[in-house]
Each structure stands twice: as C-alpha cells, then as structure tokens.
C-alpha cells in the first residue's frame, strides 16, 4: 500500500519538473518575441571610401634668387701698365732710371760765391717755402706738409722742379741745392757717396734746430747719393743721376 503511494508521488514529481521545463522554454520564446525586449546593437564601423592616394611632395632645392643690384658683379683687375709701374717706384722710393724721372734738380751751371761753398747755410723756410714737399711716398703742398711733419728725426731733400725731392737728375757738372730738417743740436755729418764708389765724409760741427742747405757739385757723369746724421740720427737718403 505505502510502495504504491510512493510510485504515485513519484511520477506526480516527475510529471511537475516535466511541465515546469517545458513552461520554461515556451516563456523564453515568448519573451524574446515581445515588441519591448532588448535586441542585440550590432555596430558596423563605416568603411571609408576608397580615395586618391595620398602623397608627400618633397620641397626641391630651394633657390634664392638675388636682384641684380645685389649680385656681386665681376671685377676685372687690370695690371698696371709699366709706365704705371715706374710712377709707383717714383712715389714709393727715390731709386728710379734716369729715363722716367720727372723731377729736374734746380742748379746752377756757375759756382756759388766761395762764402757758400762747403758750409752749412740757414734756409729761412718763411720767406721761400717750397711748393710742394715729397714726404711720406708722395708730394704734399707746404700748407699740408709742414701741418702733419713729425719733426723728430733729420731729413734730407733736393730742390727740384717739383719742389723738395728725394730724386732728381741735373746736368754733369752743376751745382744743386741740398735742403736739411735739423730736430735737435747736435754734431752735423754728411756722407756723399760718388758714381767711382768712394764716399766722402764732411764734418760740419753742431747744428742748430731748423731748416738749412748746401750747395753740392755733381762734377762727373753718374749717380751721387748723400745722407746726413745729426747726433748719430741719420735721415733719408737722396740721389742725383747727371749726365
């Protein structure tokens, strides 16, 4: 009696997990059918359409362009001619040929009086200035030279057509005028050096400060060059070429 109440509950248990199993599937059908339940958002990301392909252009070589104005334009340099050549050694140093000199010596086919001769005279430069001094590689007018001389040391100088020069031609057997700058007191020397190579010494004693001259013979055909040391300073040197 009791096995047979325990059969029935059991295919009555058996039969309630059957219903309830299948309630649970029809109510899941059921549930997704309905107009409110969730559906699943499948998100598609666009696909660009296809476009041109894109390219990077590289800058070519900048090139800067500059105005004629600006350009530097070409410089022809031009080599000086020899008669050029010649007048830049005149400037730059009394040693030049006979042949390109400008500057003539002022002379005097006569001796000087015998009281001027081998002595040192005072040149008043006041009176009888120059007109033009050769100083510092070029002639400068007496207004400018006396204005930038330094007046430090002995200087030495021909008197020529040109004014006072350092180079000079004149005639053989003339007499041409010296002219000296005298800074300070002392023992005055001269050295004149004789176209035969032999150089004669002349020992005028003290001078005083100022401007002086001598008369000097070029008795013979050639070149003469003289000097002058005061208290051992030397000064310039000159040359005269007489022929």
Do not use: H
Not at 157 to 169: E, F, N, Q, V
């Amino acid at each position: 009696m009791i096995y047979r109440q325990r059969k029935a509950l059991l295919a009555l248990w058996a039969l309630c997990i059957g219903i309830s199993l299948f309630g649970l599937a029809i109510g899941q059908n059921t549930y997704d059918a309905y107009p409110g339940a969730p559906t699943p958002v499948t998100t598609q990301i666009p696909t660009p359409a296809p476009t041109a392909e894109t390219q990077t252009t590289i800058p070519s070589q900048v090139q800067t362009t500059v105005p004629a104005s600006n350009q530097m334009q070409p410089t022809s340099i031009v080599a000086p001619s020899a008669a050029q050549q010649q007048q830049t050694a005149v400037m730059t140093t009394p040693v030049v040929s006979s042949s390109s000199a400008t500057a003539t010596a002022v002379y005097s086919a006569q001796a000087p009086p015998a009281t001027q001769q081998n002595v040192l005279l005072t040149y008043d430069v006041q009176t009888a200035p120059p007109s033009a001094v050769y100083y510092s590689g070029s002639y400068l007018p007496w207004t400018s030279f006396y204005q930038v001389f330094s007046a430090n040391a002995p200087a030495l100088w021909i008197s020529s057509s040109l004014g006072w020069a350092w180079y000079a031609t004149s005639p053989a057997g003339s007499w041409v005028q010296e002219l000296m700058y005298v800074p300070v007191t002392g023992s005055m020397k001269v050295y004149d050096l004789y176209p035969d190579g032999t150089t004669r010494y002349v020992n005028y004693g003290f001078a005083t400060p100022g401007y002086k001259l001598r008369w000097f013979r070029a008795d013979t055909p050639g070149r003469y060059m003289t000097m002058v040391t005061i208290a051992d300073i030397p000064s310039n040197y000159i040359i005269v070429d007489a022929a």
